[in-house]
């Protein structure tokens, strides 16, 4: 699309080219899952012709540092020393690999989270916590928000585990979880934050907020791709934690071969297992670089101004918003709830306006750096649009779509 002399000014706008997707779509979808971007044909040819050319020699060369390698670079980002940060495949099973870490044997018998949580998160709490330990969860306050205050005041001497969210999946309530940190530690208990809606769009250094454990995957807001999701321990977790989900790329001499015990890194390779998935970690690769580059501080600071002018148009045009009004406290995506919500997103994403919906929120509309106010003025007329010339009731025949 052309853009206006407003969006012209807007010096992040030099890298829609880099993405392709955007200059086809309207691509509003980046809390699900970022745009490609094109450096990333380069990037897996690169993965096809050493594994051609160098074969087993690749292991050698690159291919088994790489999974740190890659952590070191969302080091960066997230304020965090160098080999912290281990790669994974999604955060359901890293979430299985911390807690394999802990002895639910022992007095403490609570784990607190929190109304908001991501339910696959939720499922291998449920399904890997003995039967005898008490998840206490936090309701939301109410569609948008969940209070720290409660949370804060869960936390007690019988507490082994606080994982919960930087972001609220549905809303994109941010929480202020320092106090559940300093609360958590005062009583002795570990936190393990899922900031999946925050790497990448809201700033944040895992060293100043002094947390045990930070997951996150770089496919939404990292343009990073699925198959990608880090995972940083705090260093004296690196000396301590024995991981029962581990296998030899943890160990120190994983080259021996050994059958006895495993002797662990001290290092982020400690929360590794087995082989690692070299093709994702090389498609994961561009997108934390441009991230990078452009910087998050930027980038929160025109994702501000972008929600705060989706929820002035929602607003003017008389929609229920479900996000945070308070820009401190908002993340990167305005949830809008207009009449037949499901049926209008779908009729969006028919026009290549893409957003996706979710269930007691609505439809979740999140533009990045290279999307312009022109884009995010269209969302809201197109579904002004939908609702005036009744287009939504093409849509009324079920729920089946994934996004
Ligand atoms: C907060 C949060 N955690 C986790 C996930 C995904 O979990 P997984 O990586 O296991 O698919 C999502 C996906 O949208 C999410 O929003």
């Not at 670079?73 to 690999?97: D, E, K, R």
Request: proline content about 5%; some cysteine.
């Amino acid at each position: 699309m052309s853009l206006n002399k407003l969006d012209v000014n807007d010096p992040l706008l030099k890298w829609r080219d880099a993405f392709p997707i955007v200059n086809e779509t309207t691509y509003l979808i980046n809390n699900s899952l970022g745009a490609m971007p094109r450096a990333v044909y380069d990037s897996l040819r690169d993965y096809a012709d050493t594994w051609a050319a160098r074969g087993i020699r690749a292991w050698g060369e690159g291919w088994w540092d790489m999974n740190v390698a890659l952590g070191n670079q969302i080091a960066g980002i997230i304020g965090a020393p160098s080999n912290t940060v281990s790669m994974h495949q999604n955060v359901s099973l890293a979430q299985g690999i911390l807690l394999s870490c802990f002895d639910f044997d022992g007095p403490r018998n609570k784990v607190v989270i929190e109304g908001g949580i991501f339910p696959s998160v939720y499922y291998v709490l449920r399904g890997m916590l003995p039967s005898h330990i008490e998840l206490c969860m936090i309701p939301g306050d109410d569609d948008i928000s969940v209070s720290v205050e409660r949370i804060v005041d869960a936390i007690d001497e019988r507490t082994l585990l606080v994982p919960v969210s930087h972001v609220l999946f549905r809303s994109a309530y941010i929480l202020d979880v320092k106090p559940i940190i300093d609360k958590a530690h005062a009583v002795g208990a570990t936190v393990i934050l899922d900031g999946y809606h925050a790497a990448g769009i809201v700033p944040f250094d895992v060293t100043a907020l002094n947390v045990d454990f930070y997951l996150a995957g770089v496919l939404k807001w990292m343009c990073g791709g699925p198959g990608g999701v880090f995972l940083y321990a705090r260093e004296d977790h690196l000396k301590t934690m024995k991981p029962g989900l581990t296998g030899w790329m943890a160990h120190q001499r994983p080259f021996d071969f050994e059958v006895a015990d495993i002797e662990l890194r001290d290092d982020a390779f400690r929360f590794l297992n087995g082989t690692p998935a070299m093709a994702s970690l090389y498609a994961n690769r561009p997108g934390v670089e441009i991230i990078a580059q452009v910087g998050v501080e930027n980038i929160r600071r025109k994702s501000k101004h972008q929600t705060a002018l989706l929820i002035e148009l929602a607003e003017a045009a008389g929609y229920a918003v479900n996000s945070p009004r308070d820009p401190e406290r908002r993340g990167g995506t305005v949830t809008v709830n207009p009449p037949h919500a499901y049926e209008v997103s779908r009729e969006l994403i028919t026009r290549e306006i893409l957003v996706d919906y979710r269930p007691q929120a609505g439809i979740r509309i999140s533009p990045h750096f290279y999307n312009s106010d022109d884009e995010v003025r269209m969302v809201i007329s197109a579904i002004q649009a939908i609702l005036d010339n009744g287009a939504w009731e093409q849509h009324t025949s079920g729920r089946a779509f994934v996004t």
